[in-house]
T-cell receptor, first 110, second 114 residues
């Protein structure tokens, strides 16, 4: 069993929809949770970075962490075609290497 | 802030030659840098972790003599693919980390070995 499981997708939504991207994990030592966005043939871009449980909002993006359920989510409001990309969750127990999910590919159709 | 560059962005080489890829953190000092490999439509595969001034730590299955990593300063790490073969063709991505946990990724280098 992988330490981090990510909803595989692909996910296709109409423009303006609310998107929910999810990951579960098994390692209770994880305390740092990240979401990255990767466009085709580019390096991943850090979107959100949270520590421990709770919500964090940045513009149209909200990251949610539920450590009791070992479940994290990224919500995208008012999705735009430019949000079409692969989204990777990542988590770490300390300032070392992160464990990444396999990614969910999102397509937002105009 | 937190910009990481990679050079070259694309390289094509003949089988048997060596290729060097540079990774630089442009506006911060990176205590740790990571090297990843990514195949089409697959996730990131961590190859090695490098800390400035010390030997890199390679992941299981990654040949350290094949993929030489040098972390000469707090802003520069290099990956050299030695005696490259067609199976080494891939997308190589570096990332840099400060004291916090989040990694900042470079734009990637596409290597094609003929």
């Amino acid at each position: 069993q992988k330490e981090v499981e990510q909803d595989p997708g692909p996910l296709s939504v109409p423009e303006g929809a609310i998107v929910s991207l999810n990951c579960t994990y098994s390692n209770s030592a994880f305390q740092y949770f990240m979401w990255y966005r990767q466009y085709s043939r580019k390096g991943p871009e850090l979107l959100m970075y949270t520590y421990s449980s709770g919500n964090k909002e940045d513009g149209r993006f909200t990251a949610q962490v539920d450590k009791s359920s070992k479940y994290i989510s990224l919500f995208i409001r008012d999705s735009q075609p430019s949000d079409s990309a692969t989204y990777l969750c990542a988590m770490s127990s300390n300032a070392g290497k992160s464990t990444f999910g396999d990614g969910t590919t999102l397509t937002v159709k105009p | 802030g937190a910009v990481v560059s990679q050079h070259p962005s694309r390289v094509i080489c003949k089988s048997g030659t060596s290729v060097k890829i540079e990774c630089r953190s442009l506006d911060f000092q990176a205590t740790t840098m990571f090297w990843y490999r990514q195949f089409p439509k697959q996730s990131l595969m961590l190859m090695a972790t490098s800390n400035e001034g010390s030997k890199a730590t390679y992941e299981q299955g990654v040949e350290k003599d094949k993929f030489l990593i040098n972390h000469a300063s707090l802003t520069l790490s290099t990956l050299t693919v030695t005696s490259a073969h067609p199976e080494d063709s891939s997308f190589y991505i570096c990332s840099a980390q400060q004291e916090e946990v989040a990694q900042y990724f470079g734009p990637g280098t596409r290597l094609t070995v003929l």
